[in-house]
């Protein structure tokens, strides 16, 4: 099943459409490349503002419309490419972040 996400970035809060069409806010945590692929990652932020703890969300960046700037975003359904992308953003933010195995 693929979930198409379309959205647009305010301050690090992206918010994106799921496939309900309901909105949801995400902060913007990092853009990491991977296997010729770009991938976004993501902390849900519930709705007083806070970012949640919990799971961050990993979505791959679809082929970008450069003139209307208009970026989509898809879920990944490989697990061995999810937890590469995810120990690479670890690596990079293990200052910055706890990180619970």
């Known amino acids: 099943?693929?979930?198409?996400?379309?959205?647009?970035?305010?301050?690090n809060i992206v918010i994106l459409n799921d496939e309900d069409g309901n909105e949801v806010k995400f902060?913007?945590?990092d853009?990491?490349?991977f296997e010729d692929e770009e991938y976004?990652?993501?902390?849900p932020v519930n709705e007083?503002?806070?970012?949640?703890?919990?799971e961050v969300v990993i979505?791959?960046?679809?082929?970008?419309?450069e003139e209307a700037d208009e970026e989509s975003y898809v879920s990944v359904d490989d697990?061995?490419?999810?937890?590469?992308?995810f120990e690479i953003?670890?690596?990079?933010?293990?200052?910055?972040?706890?990180?619970?195995?």
């Open 1 to 11: 099943m693929e979930e198409n996400f379309e959205g647009e970035e305010l301050d």
């Open 48 to 54: 007083e503002g806070d970012e949640e703890e919990g």
């Open 79 to 85: 697990e061995d490419t999810l937890n590469k992308v």
């Open 59 to 65: 979505l791959r960046v679809e082929d970008t419309d």
């Open 27 to 29: 902060e913007f945590l």
């Open 31 to 33: 853009l990491i490349d």
């Open 89 to 101: 953003f670890k690596e990079r933010f293990k200052d910055d972040f706890d990180f619970v195995d």
């Open 40 to 43: 976004i990652v993501l902390l």
